[in-house]
């Protein structure tokens, strides 16, 4: 009998292989399954820098191998501007940067007043990058 992998566990799957460097077998199983994208915003709330990190170099392949299909990310990212912590909402407009597509430059916009310098640093950055 074959048993279900639930949401949770695949999403301890991909943070765990990110945190050990495995960027190519993530890009593979964002190219079999789309659904993957509207977890980023979640991956990104893991503790593990490593993870984190990880994260903005998927999308550094994904944007090369999968230009169109990175920006099926945009909506969780710019939920995850709305996160309690800081680093979050930081990471979330560095690949939010990598994507750079008009939605995600709008997400990153409203985070210019950010209560935290450094997020609003980082905004203030992706934006001038842009220009």
């Given amino acids: 009998m074959k048993k279900e992998v639930s949401d949770s566990e695949l999403q301890k799957v991909i943070a765990d292989f990110l945190e050990m460097g495995h960027v190519e077998n993530i890009v593979e199983m964002f190219k079999q ?8 915003g979640e991956l990104l709330d893991d503790e593990r820098f490593n993870v984190r990190l990880g994260l903005s ?7 090369l191998c999968c230009p169109h299909d ?13 996160n309690d912590k800081a ?22 916009s409203k985070v210019l ?17 842009w220009e």
């Fill in 33 to 40: 399954d789309f659904r993957y994208y509207g977890w980023v």
């Fill in 87 to 108: 680093h979050v909402r930081g990471e979330a407009a560095n690949v939010l940067r990598i994507i750079g597509n008009s939605e995600a430059r709008l997400c990153v």
């Fill in 57 to 63: 170099v998927l999308f550094q392949e994904l944007k």
């Fill in 113 to 129: 007043q950010d209560e935290s310098p450094q997020v609003r640093e980082v905004a203030k950055d992706v934006l001038e990058e």
């Fill in 70 to 82: 990175v920006q099926l990310a945009v909506p969780s990212l710019c939920k995850a501007l709305d």
